[in-house]
């Protein structure tokens, strides 16, 4: 008799959140929120999971955060939640899409589904919202 079993880091996605205001560098973004972890498998079915974390990157400039674990708990059940700054550590501070404080880009938000985008339309077009500057 053999056993085929083996231990590997996952990660799981567990949705986006927002539009919010991102701490690194002052854009409209959005939250994507995921959680790692190790787990052993035996027979290629999960059975133990052990050292979960969870963190936040942002879309405007992909800073990476980690989050308080007892909001990623609350986010992992499905349950409402609101994610505050207090909430996450920068861990990361990213820089992609983002020219810098004198030539910053003008990003369009839509209030309603959260699309950005740097090119000036008056509507979103995956939604029909009025866009906002940001």
């Not at 133990?48 to 969870?54: D, G, L, M, P, T």
């Not at 800073?63 to 708990?73: A, H, Q």
């Not at 899409?97 to 979103?124: I, K, L, M, S």
């Not at 029909?128 to 940001?134: F, K, S």
């Amino acid at each position: 008799m053999f056993f085929i079993c083996g231990i590997n880091q996952e990660q799981k996605d567990l949705g986006s959140f927002g539009p919010y205001i991102c701490g690194a560098c002052g854009s409209y973004g959005r939250y994507r929120v995921y959680i790692t972890y190790m787990c052993l498998s035996l027979f290629f079915i999960p059975i133990f999971k052990w050292s979960k974390k969870y963190y936040v990157q942002t879309t405007c400039c992909q800073s990476l955060y980690v989050l308080d674990p007892e909001i990623g708990k609350r986010i992992q059940r499905g349950e409402p939640v609101d994610i505050r700054p207090e909430d996450m550590t920068l861990i990361q501070r990213g820089t992609n899409g983002y020219r810098g404080w004198q030539n910053p880009p003008c990003r369009h938000v839509c209030p309603a589904c959260g699309y950005e985008t740097e090119e000036d339309f008056a509507y979103c077009p995956k939604c029909g919202t009025r866009m906002e500057d940001r």
